[in-house]
């Protein structure tokens, strides 16, 4: 019995001791990451991180993938900088960010859920068309803010007190998606379809027009994430978001081994982007190469799935 004890406390929370692990490793090893201020910068770099990453939750949460995340990014921020140059307009420029997330979001799930296009090879396709898109638009070449309201850089650079704002957004999405995906009707028919879909179907539940939802809520995901990067760069980078794709697929991952779940969630999206960072920001501090941490990154998530998968938890993870 206490067997089974333990080996239920490891399936529910290995992943999350991994973590404590890994920071009290980094304590002992360099001086300044045990720091408040190092705490905070942590919490400002995940912001950007989890914003994406809950939204390609709701994907995942259905049985979805989405690879165009990054391009996407990378085309709202090259528009939003466009825009707030022409016109100086926060409020456009903005709507404008979003706008493009969503229509990159509605585009993934039309031929997802209703052209019923297989959703790894559907996103990644709608993916290339995006980087064109941005490439082509730009030259490739950042587009630089001249003369943007000031308000717009308390979005990505302003701090409340000692708290960056960023810090503030995170939080606010991740309240609404932990409500959404626990206490919604939404939620539970996402999870319901990322189950079993033909079982969703016959409980009455509209399957496409579900996934479709969850394309949207990724492809605003990353409008906002686009904002807030823009922000804090100060131009619109072309390649900006394109990095972020890798550190998602991790995030998600790793949420799927948390809690004993099985399946992505706002809090297991929340942990492993905490993880994620703070690794980053580690590795940094000791020097390491930065392909080296691509490896390490890389590493911690086999180890995590590996290590769920030895103690029976099946991780519901869905490609085609």
């Known amino acids: 019995m206490n067997r089974d004890l333990w080996k239920h406390f490891i399936?529910?929370?290995?992943t999350v001791i991994g973590g404590v692990l890994i920071f009290i490793g980094f304590a002992v090893t360099t001086p300044y990451f045990f720091t408040f201020h190092n705490f905070l910068l942590i919490l400002k770099q995940m912001s950007l991180l989890t914003i994406v990453s809950l939204g390609f939750t709701f994907v995942m949460a259905a049985g979805g993938f989405d690879m165009s995340i990054g391009f996407a990014m990378g085309l709202a921020n090259v528009f939003l900088a466009?825009?707030?140059?022409?016109?100086?307009?926060?409020?456009?420029a903005v709507l404008t960010a979003l706008g493009t997330g969503l229509v990159v979001g509605a585009l993934n799930g039309l031929l997802v859920a209703f052209l019923r296009l297989p959703d790894f090879i559907a996103t990644f396709a709608v993916?290339?068309?995006?980087?064109?898109?941005k490439m082509l638009y730009s030259g490739g070449y950042p587009v630089f803010l001249v003369s943007p309201p000031r308000s717009f850089?308390?979005?990505g650079q302003g701090t409340v007190g000692p708290v960056p704002v960023p810090v503030f957004i995170m939080l606010?999405?991740?309240i609404v998606s932990l409500v959404v995906l626990n206490r919604t009707k939404l939620g539970r028919h996402i999870y319901a379809i990322g189950g079993n879909p033909m079982a969703a179907l016959y409980a009455g539940i509209n399957v496409r027009r579900k996934r479709f939802y969850t394309f949207l809520i990724s492809g605003l995901s990353v409008g906002i994430t686009a904002i807030v990067l823009t922000s804090r760069l100060g131009s619109g980078q072309p390649e900006a978001g394109e990095n972020f794709l890798l550190d998602v697929?991790?995030?998600c991952f790793l949420s799927t081994t948390m809690f004993g779940e099985g399946e992505p969630t706002g809090a297991g999206a929340?942990?492993?982007?905490?993880?994620i960072t703070m690794l980053n920001n580690g590795l940094t501090m000791l020097n390491v190469p930065y392909h080296v941490q691509y490896i390490t990154k890389g590493m911690v998530v086999i180890f995590a799935v590996m290590l769920s998968v030895l103690l029976g938890q099946k991780v519901r993870i869905k490609f085609l």
């Not at 466009?82 to 456009?92: P, Q, R």
């Not at 993916?127 to 898109?133: D, E, H, I, N, P």
């Not at 929340?270 to 993880?275: K, Y």
């Open 82 to 92: 466009s825009v707030l140059n022409a016109t100086g307009s926060l409020a456009l």
């Open 153 to 155: 850089f308390t979005i």
């Open 11 to 14: 399936r529910r929370y290995g």
């Open 172 to 174: 606010g999405i991740l």
């Open 127 to 133: 993916g290339s068309v995006t980087y064109g898109a």
């Open 249 to 251: 697929i991790s995030v």
């Open 270 to 275: 929340f942990v492993g982007a905490f993880i």
